[in-house]
């Protein structure tokens, strides 16, 4: 009975350790259930939701307002400290684009290729300001 339990109490470890996620947010590898807004300076006021695996944003304010995207797969991953790099392509705008969130520092960077079917695609490196961040699970 004494191996048994020694048994059942190793494997209850082993699984706890396996299956444990943080709960705090900005300490997992990847980023989802959060909506991000941030302003550029050129740009204006974006807001970035992400689930799971889609995301979806949408210029609320600006230059770009009303540009949008949705149900875009993304990837992501936890490069830092509360930093995250996100990436995703857009073929209905035939943008490419790779941001960086450093939610502790509210700083987001992009890198984007935009409009690339188009003859002359356009290539944005911008840095903005997360202006709020909303945690959705």
């Known amino acids: 009975m004494k191996a048994y339990s020694s048994l059942v109490l190793a494997l209850l470890l082993t ?72 990436s995703w392509h857009d073929t209905v705008n035939g943008n490419y684009v790779s941001l960086i969130f450093d939610l502790r520092n509210k700083v987001e960077h992009i890198t984007a290729l935009m409009g690339y079917p188009l003859d002359n695609p356009g290539i944005s490196f911008q840095t903005g300001t997360i202006d709020e961040v909303t945690w959705t699970d």
């Not at 770009?64 to 991953?77: C, E, M």
């Open 15 to 86: 699984f706890s350790t396996v299956f444990t996620v943080s709960a705090n947010p900005l300490e997992a590898e990847t980023i989802g259930n959060v909506s991000i807004r941030s302003t550029y300076p050129y740009a204006g006021t974006v807001v970035t939701t992400l689930g799971q695996d889609t995301l979806q944003y949408q210029f609320v304010e600006g230059r770009l307002k009303g540009a949008a995207g949705k149900d875009l797969k993304f990837s992501s991953k936890r490069i830092g400290d509360g930093i995250f790099l996100v």
